[in-house]
């Protein structure tokens, strides 16, 4: 009777009743405590149910009667990988491809472990050797591509994504593998662009892999200009945006923006509760900072504030968006209040050259300490001689996905109370803080989420990491 019971275990596990799988290989194991297969069978119902201490210590049961069983070997070093203690784990790979060095699932796990250890070389050689026995095997190509990717070699990367999608593009049970395949190859396609414009880089470019270098750049820059000079900082989602006002990407005339102003003064005033006789300037202030194109730019006099912007998740859009910081150093010190330009000069001639401060007490604007410059398709802002403009590009290099590194600068910026509600104290930055506190970030490419995730546990319809008992 006793051929019987791990049979039924076997049976019950393929039920998905682990329990009553694991009763049934212990009742074989009470008459035989010797019996390879079961001990591997309850090892790998143990591991299943993420029990792994009691999965490792019968693999080494197991072991123990016969140490060169390649699955038990192999299984071990993944329960090692499992609770992240990744020597033991390529240890037990090694002895397992000791035994059977063309072991597809081994060579694979152990260049995902390589992998997980950041020794991408060690990882990608262990997948190239799986390929060599089965060069279709989905999961080995995809992880692959993942190490590629993480080691900066992005046209390898791309190749052995697309050779992914090629063996699996008639196969419906990969169809959702292969549209993250594609949104991958999407992302390093405009990595790869991201690097050769940093690889030519431009006069007053400057690269940085974290907050502490970001302000050591400041302050070289703050120390190399004369001393009556202010400095003033905005944060973009991405370097490649150029540096101009809505209303010149708009292609809008002044003349509609006179149209304009006029009409934002009728509609603004009893919602915002401001004085019936704020100057223009100021009306112009109010409605750059609430979404309407002016030929204003936005600046703020703290350096935090512009980081905000830069690495907030509220624009972001995909993870290849690199950040970066602009440095405008007002050489003439042109320092003037909205409220106070002569209305004699000639139309808009008097905004124009000149870090204009706002003077009224919209809440929004002066938490960001914020200022602007006019910038029109006359006038540019990296064309005005009275400013000279630094870029602060912040690349983590082919190491770290953008979103970590947006991730780590946004913790260190809360620590110093930069926050969404402090940023914007109203219902916006309440909404903001909420989100954050209880998601992280929020774009919709978590950091979490597949970006930075081997595609194994992606594939549906496939092998385990774990061999499945049989």
Not at 78 to 96: C, N, P, R, S, V
Not at 256 to 266: A, Y
Not at 336 to 346: A, F, I, P, R, T
Not at 365 to 386: C, T
């Amino acid at each position: 009777m006793l051929i019987f019971y791990p049979n039924l275990g076997l049976a019950y596990s393929q039920k998905g009743e682990p329990d009553k799988a694991i009763e049934q290989y212990k009742k074989v194991l009470a008459v035989d405590p010797n019996r390879v297969n079961t001990l591997y069978y309850l090892g790998t119902t143990y591991a299943y149910k993420g029990e792994l201490d009691e999965a490792i210590e019968q693999y080494n049961k197991a072991l123990a009667v016969d140490p060169t069983d390649v699955h038990t070997l192999s299984n071990l070093g993944t329960a090692y990988a499992h609770k992240g203690e990744l020597d033991d784990a390529i240890e037990q790979y090694k002895k397992a491809l000791a035994i059977a060095p063309t072991d597809v699932h081994t060579l694979s796990n152990l260049g995902l472990t390589y992998s997980k250890n950041d020794e991408l070389d060690e990882a990608i050689e262990q997948y190239n050797k799986a390929l060599a026995v089965d060069p279709k095997n989905v999961n080995t190509l995809s992880n692959l591509g993942l190490a590629y990717s993480q080691k900066g070699e992005l046209d390898n990367a791309i190749e052995t994504y697309v050779n992914c999608i090629k063996y699996t593009c008639y196969d419906k049970n990969f169809s959702n593998t292969n549209k993250d395949l594609i949104i991958k190859i999407n992302k390093i396609e405009e990595k790869k662009a991201a690097v050769k414009l940093i690889e030519n880089k431009k006069d007053k470019q400057h690269f940085a892999n974290n907050i502490d270098e970001v302000i050591e750049i400041v302050l070289k820059l703050r120390n190399k200009s004369n001393k009556s000079n202010s400095l003033f900082f905005r944060g973009q989602n991405d370097f490649r945006w150029k540096l101009t006002s809505t209303h010149e990407r708009e292609k809008e005339t002044l003349i509609g923006l006179s149209e304009k102003l006029t009409q934002f003064k009728i509609s603004i005033q009893a919602l915002l509760n401001i004085e019936d006789k704020l100057d223009d300037g100021n009306y112009y202030a109010l409605m750059q900072h609430y979404g309407i194109h002016t030929p204003l730019i936005d600046f703020s006099e703290f350096l935090n504030t512009a980081l905000y912007f830069a690495v907030t998740d509220s624009n972001l859009k995909t993870t290849s968006s690199i950040p970066c910081v602009w440095v405008l150093i007002d050489k003439n010190n042109q320092k003037v209040s909205l409220s106070e330009l002569d209305e004699k000069y000639e139309k808009y001639e008097k905004y124009r050259n000149k870090v204009l401060y706002p003077n009224l007490k919209d809440k929004r604007i002066r938490a960001q300490n914020g200022v602007f410059v006019w910038s029109d398709d006359e006038n540019p802002l990296n064309k005005n001689n009275n400013f000279e403009l630094h870029q602060i590009i912040i690349f983590s290099g082919n190491k770290d996905d953008s979103l970590i590194l947006n991730q780590k600068i946004r913790d260190t910026l809360e620590l110093s109370s930069t926050s969404a509600t402090k940023i914007y104290p109203d219902d916006k930055g309440l909404a903001y803080e909420i989100n954050y506190q209880s998601k992280g970030i929020t774009s919709k490419h978590n950091i979490t989420d597949r970006d930075n995730a081997p595609l194994l546990d992606m594939i549906k319809n496939n092998e385990s990491d774990f061999r499945i008992p049989s």
